[in-house]
């Protein structure tokens, strides 16, 4: 079934990975070993305010480190899954736990490790640079790279569709 503008309407929970999707997949590695991301402060802004207007936000990503937690703690955002190694098993964990319901939810992802999880929501979602592969199970691929605003393309539509967007 073809994706309908409405569709976005009825989305209730955001989940994003992080590398691909929030940053644009690009890492600086250090001497000391740590890595170094950059985010788009404009996907921060629309995160924090789907909070603020009763959204929930989850993220699901293999990428670990204190700066991930504390950047996402500034935002408001507590459901944080990091070092994650199976994200079917992490969204069937939030299902059972949260009483979550893939048929509102909204994933955005960019790689292989997200095509299994994207096929069991209801609006699977990529950047315009994701892998080819979830593109094809992507029912809307964002215009903006990841890293540059994706998060904020797919956030927005859903706030706008429901009046929230300020």
């Not at 950059?38 to 204190?66: C, H, P, R, V, W």
């Not at 909204?106 to 950047?127: I, K, N």
């Amino acid at each position: 079934m073809a994706l309908q503008l409405s569709d976005f309407k009825l989305v209730k929970h955001f989940i994003f990975d992080i590398d691909g999707v929030l940053t644009n997949g690009s890492l600086i590695i250090q001497n000391d070993g740590s890595m170094l991301r950059t985010m788009n402060i404009k996907d921060g802004y629309a995160m924090q305010l789907a909070i603020k207007k009763g959204f929930s936000i989850s993220i699901i990503s293999g990428g670990a480190g204190e700066g991930l937690e504390k950047r996402f703690a500034g935002l408001g955002i507590s459901d944080v899954h990091l070092g994650v190694i199976d994200k079917k098993d992490k969204l069937l964990e939030l299902v059972a736990s949260y009483h979550l319901d893939v048929e509102t939810t909204l994933y955005c992802g960019d790689d292989m490790p997200d095509r299994e999880v994207m096929q069991m929501v209801f609006l699977p979602c990529c950047p315009a640079d994701a892998c080819t592969d979830i593109k094809t199970v992507s029912k809307y691929i964002s215009p903006i790279k990841g890293g540059e605003g994706c998060v904020r393309d797919v956030i927005e539509k859903v706030l706008k569709l429901n009046r929230m967007w300020q």
